[in-house]
């Protein structure tokens, strides 16, 4: 073999033990400890053997030079004590391997450490170099949940991960998703350097900026400064998407490309309660807890106890108002906080028609409190669903644990449901407790929450692709298929397949009217008087791109009345515009079409 030859294996060799040390981080410890005893034991022997035999007559002296010479075998290529050693026990093949096989186990064990060292340098440059050839996940913020979300997000598909911020990341973990960690002010603050050092250029490559950290104004400013340095950079915006936590998801609409705006290709911008209380409605339909006749008519009402009124638990009100609407059934929530007072100041100036249009009722009482232990006992057997948002983790699950032991001594086996800014934890007696969390790939990056929403966004616009339309939709109507979306498949799933019936047809499209009214209340809007309704259609007169009905900037709809009045409505409008307006047939016509949407796409 060649000279050349030997010195390139050997190259390879030792390169591969670097790698495999770096990678194996998790195990080396106990490696390093194995190859010690190991070495300790072997050493014992040879030198043990070649003392005794040297100073056989002197047995202290024996055992204290082997002492030493044991410990300076671990720092040594033990040349000088071979001939002794095979010349003592038998110059072969197998004493000669078993000498020089200790001595690497001595030697593994002292420079394992610095190999380590050299190793992680050695593959953090090779994983940089990867940024050149994959896709990259950079997520801003790192604590357990981001951490969690990464290696989610590496075991999907091959991309490079890329953690920007001040939190540690174990080297196990690094090693199981390949991941990079960039803590220095040119990533904490993006500029052209960080661009060049992930390796991003104009028409190569695509990055997902997912800004995740428990600073709302921080992930704004973070995202803001990324678009700065693609559009310096003269990045494409169909190369870029931006996944964040922001103070308000109508910041998004700021940070999304259409037209002659530049902004990322795609955006996804999540207030943390908006979405805790939109998954606890998606993943537990109210549609489950009501029954229905043969006709799609509900039997039973709708009652809801919400415990806490402060971001989450408001949020929970509005989509539970939004989602309890069936017709037949009547829709009641009572609400104990007490503090509420002193929170709901924001909250009724925003959505005035949600406490103008529907029984709810609050209390200012603690939810560990007798009275609302009296409330518990005296609903428990009409009461639809419990919600627990009192911020707290530990006040939670004592307020959760009293309930059920309250439901129990009543007959009643409801689930409670705690709800939090990152996960949602559903509580039943006898059964042990699911846990979701919102710091899910599939939750976050849309795959299955939004799934059935495109679709139905998708069937109105009719052209391109589902995930085109989905990204150039506004704030308002995703919001819009999310909660049809959420809605109907509970209660397309709860009664079952449309048939034939125009009976159960109209009971479906009466509770899709419903629906659709509370989600409009719970959006801000208000009934739009008919004194109104006349000036717009006035203003229409002058301009026929005036809506006649629905004015977005004060936030009126003269369709937020009941179903009964819409025919006259329907003809009200018909009178100006000459068309063929039905208000009702377009409640039918969205039952139809959401049926089959949930019926071509919804695995039973």
């Known amino acids: 073999m060649s000279n050349f030859l030997i010195i390139m294996i050997s190259s390879a060799v030792f390169l591969a033990l670097i790698i495999w040390l ?76 078993f000498y020089w096989m200790v001595h690497f186990f001595a030697y593994y064990s002292v420079v394992s450490a610095v190999i380590l060292v050299i190793g992680r340098d050695i593959v953090r440059g090779f994983r940089t170099w990867l940024l050149r050839i994959h896709d990259i996940e950079l997520i801003y913020g790192i604590d357990d949940d981001t951490i969690s979300l990464g290696e989610a997000l590496a075991g999907k598909r091959r991309v490079s991960l890329v953690f920007v911020g001040k939190g540690t990341i174990s080297d196990s973990i690094l090693n199981r998703t390949g991941a990079l960690v960039f ?77 002659d705006h530049y902004g990322y290709g795609s955006v996804k911008v999540y207030e943390r309660s908006e979405l805790a209380a939109r998954l606890l409605l998606w993943k537990y339909p109210l549609a489950d807890t009501i029954t229905f006749d043969d006709k799609g008519k509900a039997t039973k009402d709708v009652d809801v106890l919400i415990a806490g009124f402060g971001a989450i638990g408001q949020e929970v009100l509005r989509k539970v108002v939004a989602q309890g609407q069936f017709y037949g059934s009547s829709f009641h929530v009572h609400i104990f906080d007490p503090n509420f007072e002193k929170r709901n100041g924001f909250f009724n100036a925003r959505y005035p028609g949600l406490l103008d249009n529907y029984d709810i009722k609050f209390e200012a009482y603690d939810a560990r409190s007798e009275k609302f232990a009296d409330y518990v006992k005296d609903k428990a057997g009409s009461l639809n669903l419990i919600v627990v948002a009192v911020g707290d983790e530990y006040v939670g699950q004592e307020i959760s644990n009293g309930i059920l032991d309250v439901l129990e001594l009543s007959g009643s086996s409801l689930p409670v449901y705690q709800c939090y800014a990152e996960k949602i934890v559903r ?73 034939q019936d125009d009976e159960r047809m109209e009971n479906l499209a009466q509770s899709e009217h419903l629906r659709w ?73 969205n039952i139809k079409a959401v049926a089959g949407i949930i019926n071509a796409t919804v695995k039973p």
């Open 22 to 97: 770096t990678v194996d981080t998790e195990h080396v410890k106990k490696w390093t400890g194995i190859a010690f005893l190991i070495a300790i034991a072997g050493g014992i022997f040879i030198y043990g053997t070649i003392d005794a035999d040297q100073f056989s007559s002197m047995p202290v002296i024996a055992v204290l030079r082997t002492v030493v010479h044991v410990g300076k075998m671990f720092g040594n290529a033990g040349d000088g004590a071979h001939d002794s050693f095979v010349g003592i026990v038998g110059d072969n093949t197998l004493t000669s391997a």
């Open 427 to 499: 509580n039943l007696h006898r059964e042990e407790c699911v846990i979701t969390n919102v710091f899910d790939s599939e939750i976050l990056y849309g795959t299955s929450l939004d799934a059935l929403s495109k679709e139905i966004n998708h069937f109105y616009y009719g052209e391109g692709s589902s995930e085109e339309q989905w990204q150039g939709c506004d704030y308002f109507s995703r919001m819009s298929c999310n909660a049809s979306a959420d809605y109907l498949k509970g209660l397309i799933g709860r009664v079952g397949a449309l048939g």
């Open 517 to 589: 009214m509370a989600f409009h209340y719970s959006m801000g809007y208000q009934t739009m008087t008919r004194d109104e309704c006349l000036k717009r259609a006035e203003l229409y007169k002058r301009d026929n791109k005036v809506r006649i009905l629905k004015d977005t900037v004060s936030k009126r709809h003269a369709c937020l009345i009941p179903w009964d009045e819409l025919d006259d409505l329907s003809a009200f409008e018909n009178s100006y515009t000459g068309k063929n307006v039905d208000y009702k047939q377009m409640d039918r016509e």
């Open 183 to 259: 803590a220095d002010s040119d990533a904490m603050n993006p500029n052209a350097k960080l661009i060049k050092r992930i390796s991003l250029v104009k028409g190569k490559g695509k990055i997902r900026v997912s800004v995740l950290s428990d600073d709302d104004e921080a992930n704004y400013a973070y995202a803001m400064k990324m678009l700065k340095c693609f559009k310096e950079a003269d990045i494409l915006p169909s190369q870029t998407e931006l996944v964040m936590f922001g103070r308000a998801v109508l910041i998004g609409s700021e940070f999304q490309a259409l037209g």
